[in-house]
């Protein structure tokens, strides 16, 4: 009676034991998962940070050539001033006589303040759209590293089940020798 109650009982350890290194085989396998996840989102953010890197460069430069530009236009208004004036000078001083001279610089002032105008406002939207493509990858890499944080914390829980599991196969493993000896 007793040698049957042992090989019960010797059959249902060795079914835990396999039920428990099924299942740690099967953590094992998340593990992996997600060790490659965790990777993946690690090489994204690296990407993510070198983008941002090249767009924070690329908009350092859209704002130095948007300041340029400024400047640029700054200095055209001033000589479309001082053009004004000198118009204003030679009509009085020669009424009549240089109307083409006069005509010819005011459409050379428009020309330049067109001119500057358009490329201001050109600078401008690249510098928005930099502006907009720095804070969409902002945005990713938020996303990234809660995502990897989730993951590592995943990673440190079904660790843990692992040690707890091949504790408890050891303990079963023990008892099983126990019971053969």
């Known amino acids: 009676m007793e040698s049957s109650e042992m090989e019960f009982s010797l059959e249902e350890k060795s079914k835990e034991v ?3 290194s099924r299942t740690i085989r099967e953590r094992e396998e998340e593990l992996e998962t997600a ?3 965790i990777d993946i989102l690690k090489r994204g953010i690296r990407e993510v940070e070198k983008a941002k890197s090249d767009l924070e460069i690329e908009l350092a430069e859209t704002s130095s050539s948007l300041v340029k530009e400024k400047k640029l236009l700054s200095r055209a208004e001033e000589t479309i001033s001082e053009l004004r004036e000198e118009i204003a000078q030679s009509q ?4 009549g006589s240089n109307s083409q001279d006069a005509d010819r610089l005011r459409q050379t002032m428009e020309i330049m303040k067109s001119d500057h105008a358009e490329a201001l406002a ?3 939207q690249r510098s928005q759209t930099l502006t907009d493509k720095l804070s969409s990858s902002l945005a990713e890499r938020r ?3 809660s995502e990897l944080d989730t993951l ?3 990673c440190a829980e079904a660790v843990s ?3 707890e599991l091949e504790d408890v196969l050891s303990e079963l493993e023990k008892k099983v020798c126990g019971v053969t000896s």
């Open 161 to 163: 089940k692992r040690t």
């Open 92 to 95: 009085s001083n020669r009424r």
């Open 143 to 145: 996303d990234l590293e």
């Open 152 to 154: 590592k914390f995943k």
């Open 18 to 20: 396999s039920r428990l």
């Open 35 to 37: 060790t490659c996840r």
């Open 122 to 124: 050109q600078e401008q």
